[in-house]
């Protein structure tokens, strides 16, 4: 025997110092190693032993006389090995030698306990064997015929049926107590791997990445044969039933909530357990099983549908794997309703975001294109699910031939301030339309009015700027930019050469604040070449920098995009500014040409 260690322990000390008398043998009953307890109890009868056969050893030293003993020795070594289970000989008797040359008869109890290999093979077998001599000669001191009335083998008889008896009761008990250890061991074994499992079915996010974890996890961790789930289908008149044998992705069957099959009346509420159902098999709920439980899947009293697990094989189905199959369903409940949640909310979100790009997309239209104006718009929403919000642009062309351009922003992130954001876009449009020859100060002042006396109660900043055409009899006329801010972030004005500045002026009070207070609008030549751009605050705005940051970061990364087209200069403007992404970005760049087609 080769010593052991696991953390620093020395087994073959172990074994050793073990006050019981233990002799380890090989499966073709050879001695490996005595310890001293045995060598002590048998006196000089396995000294030097290790390496020889057992039985060959003890005929040298007790003769043919013990042939009957030795024989039962024997059969019991080989059954404890061909069995792989331990077996005993209650009484045995041969005598073991004495230092003086002598003998004396000894009463043994022998043990013999078979260890298993990773493939359940035998590959040692542990004996024990107790001398048992007091034990018989107690017998007789409390009460027993004295020695020389009664033979000694019918004392010995009387010993070994006594301790027959007793050996057979310590072996149910063992039996009853490994059975019982089994029991929780496979027990702790399945909520170890349902452990598992139920780690495995929280991250699952669609009902078929659940069923497909379900199936893979729970087979294993239940010992089953097969696992089939029927939920129940809207309108709740039929099971959707799929199996691990065509697994997730198949198509399954319609079973009626009705149907006598013990799925469907899981379904319903009651849980059905088989633990063999014949040959036959008339009611198994798929083909081929012996055994089955048929669990509800319910959260509270409201029914999803059924958990079926089965075996092929008839199954204890013991109250202990009632209760665990019981947890599994209970966990398989939570994990279907939380992913069918999930999915009613995708769809949900998927027809709101339907719905709100169709909205977002009703404020945010192409620009005109103009004979010497490049214009160019872009809408960087914030970085949330629903994308829209209350910034938007506008671009058109007046009656009079001017070209108007809006940027506002209502206050919030949501419908309210899409919907007040759409309302303003259109009043804006039909004001400026309807004063046509009016300065931009007069279109934000009637738009003020008009939210005061419709009852729109919001706060909203914009920026309204007409581009004024020279007139046609004064050749090389400049354009004039008129603009009116009503507390907006300033323009930005970016010459031909690259020269950037901000038209900076004392911006006016916000819309729905103070319809009555005047407002100022402002005017600048447009020269061949310069570009403006208009926006809103989440461009400029940063969580770590102040909005003086912002402004100055512009103006250092706009000169070099002067010569840009205008639809790069506003993707270079976004990236190169890279706002947090936390407020939506409405932009809008407008270039002065005097010759060749519009700009791209």
């Known amino acids: 025997m080769r010593p052991g260690r696991s953390g620093g322990a020395d087994y073959a000390k172990v074994f050793d110092v073990a006050p019981t008398p233990l002799l380890l043998l090989t499966p073709q009953l050879t001695v490996v190693r005595a310890n001293q307890a045995m060598i002590e109890a048998t006196g000089a009868l396995l000294v030097g032993s290790t390496g020889q056969p057992l039985l060959h050893v003890l005929r040298s030293a007790l003769g043919t006389a013990q042939a009957g003993s030795l024989r039962r020795l024997r059969e019991s070594l080989e059954r404890a090995r061909h069995e792989r289970r331990p077996d005993t000989v209650p009484l045995l008797r041969y005598p073991l030698p004495t230092g003086d040359g002598g003998q004396r008869e000894r009463y043994w109890s022998h043990w013999t306990v078979p260890v298993l290999g990773d493939r359940g093979e035998v590959v040692l077998l542990l004996h024990r064997a107790v001398d048992i001599t007091d034990h018989v000669s107690d017998r007789d001191a409390a009460g027993q015929p004295a020695p020389g009335t009664v033979p000694l083998a019918a004392r010995a008889e009387r010993a070994e049926t006594d301790l ?57 961790a239940l010992g089953a044969d097969v696992l089939a789930v029927a939920l129940l289908e809207p309108g709740g ?9 065509g697994g997730p992705d198949s198509a399954g069957q319609r079973l009626p909530l009705l149907s006598p099959v013990p799925m469907a009346a899981a379904a319903a509420g009651r849980a059905l357990y088989e633990r063999d159902a ?22 509270g009293r409201r029914p999803l549908g059924s958990l079926t697990v089965g075996w092929e094989e008839p199954r204890s189905l013991d109250d202990d794997e009632r209760r665990v199959l019981d947890a599994f369903a209970a966990q398989c409940s939570q994990a279907v309703n939380r992913v069918a949640r999930r999915e009613t909310e995708r769809r949900q979100a998927r027809a709101t975001r339907s719905l709100a790009e169709s909205l977002q997309r009703s404020l945010l239209t192409d620009p005109p294109e103009r004979e010497h104006l490049d214009i160019a718009v872009r809408y960087r929403p914030a970085a949330q699910e629903v994308q829209i919000g209350g910034d938007w642009y506008d671009a058109f062309v007046s009656p009079g031939g001017g070209t108007t351009l809006v940027v506002g922003d209502v206050t919030g992130h949501d419908w309210t301030a899409a919907a007040v954001a759409g309302q303003l876009r259109n009043m804006l449009r039909g004001i400026a339309s309807a004063l046509d020859h009016r300065d931009p100060d007069q279109v934000l002042s009637a738009l003020d009015r008009a939210l005061s006396e419709t009852g729109i109660a919001t706060l909203a900043t914009a920026l309204v700027a007409r581009v004024e055409e020279p007139p046609a009899a004064v050749p090389g006329a400049a354009r004039v930019l008129r603009w009116s801010n009503a507390g907006h972030p300033p323009p930005l004005l970016l010459e031909a050469d690259g020269t950037a500045s901000l038209l900076e002026r004392p911006a006016n009070m916000l819309l729905g604040v103070a319809p009555d207070t005047p407002r100022r609008h402002h005017t600048v030549v447009l020269r061949p070449g310069a570009t403006v751009v208009l926006y809103t605050d989440g461009l400029v705005e940063h969580r770590d920098a ?49 010759v060749g087609p519009p700009g791209t």
């Open 164 to 220: 027959l008896v007793r050996t057979h009761e310590l072996e149910r008990a063992n039996a009853e107590l490994r059975a019982t250890t089994d029991r929780e061991r496979r027990t702790a074994q399945q909520l170890a791997g349902l452990a598992a499992t139920v780690t495995a079915l929280s991250v699952a996010e669609s009902r078929s990445e659940l069923l497909r974890q379900m199936f893979r996890q729970a087979l294993e």
């Open 237 to 245: 008149s039929h099971l959707a039933v799929v199996d691990s044998r």
């Open 278 to 299: 014949g040959e036959d098999r008339p009611t198994a709920p798929l083909p081929g099983l012996r055994a089955w439980a048929a669990l509800p899947l319910r959260i």
């Open 546 to 594: 102040t909005l003086d940051d912002g402004f100055a970061r512009l103006l250092a990364v706009a000169p070099d995009l002067a010569a840009r087209p205008v639809r790069e200069l506003c993707d270079e403007i976004l990236d190169r500014m890279a706002p947090d992404l936390t407020d939506d970005i409405a932009l809008l760049a407008l270039r002065v040409r005097d």
